[in-house]
């Protein structure tokens, strides 16, 4: 995976969103965090891991894809902020359930919220894609997934969104 290439374009969104919605200077972190979060939970909530109560399927890997990269873009935003562009990852296959890698996600994102530090970072980071993996994404998946929703993202910026 190109994480400088995402990098890059998420920095270009970035600075796009915050200079036209005049943002320059506002601290953002808090809202990318908890952005992050229900972005977590929309994701968990297509995948349905959760819902025992339910025979329903989950929903297409198209639309999971398009949760799951919404959620990069958060991951890649709360990077930059704290300047934390040069990671190396360190992705591991999980043996969890899906019910519990979101949950520990979530903790993952606690603990970065509490403390901004580059091993938080890079734990939320390489957890969230051994979580792509279990969903069944490859790195070129992810990518692809990245640019288009990326794309969508700058248009919806041309429409007022």
């Known amino acids: 995976m190109n994480l400088h290439k995402l990098f890059e374009m998420q920095i270009t969104l970035d600075h796009r969103i915050e200079t036209e919605h005049q943002l320059e200077g506002v601290p953002l972190f ?36 398009e949760e799951y990269v919404d959620c990069i873009h958060f991951i890649l935003s709360l990077g930059l902020e704290k300047r934390f562009q040069n990671i190396t990852l360190n992705v591991k296959n999980s043996t969890c359930e899906l019910s519990l890698q979101f949950l520990n996600l979530y903790i993952t994102i606690a603990n970065f919220a509490t403390s901004a530090s580059l091993d938080n970072y890079s734990s939320i980071f390489n957890n969230f894609l051994s979580l792509g993996q279990s969903l069944g994404f490859s790195e070129d998946d992810i990518e692809a997934g990245y640019f288009y929703k990326n794309k969508i993202n700058h248009e919806r910026q041309d429409n007022g969104y």
């Open 30 to 65: 808090n809202k990318k965090i908890l952005s992050l979060q229900v972005e977590l939970g929309e994701l968990a909530n297509e995948t349905r891991c959760f819902k025992f109560w339910s025979t329903k399927e989950s929903s297409s890997k198209d639309i999971i894809l």
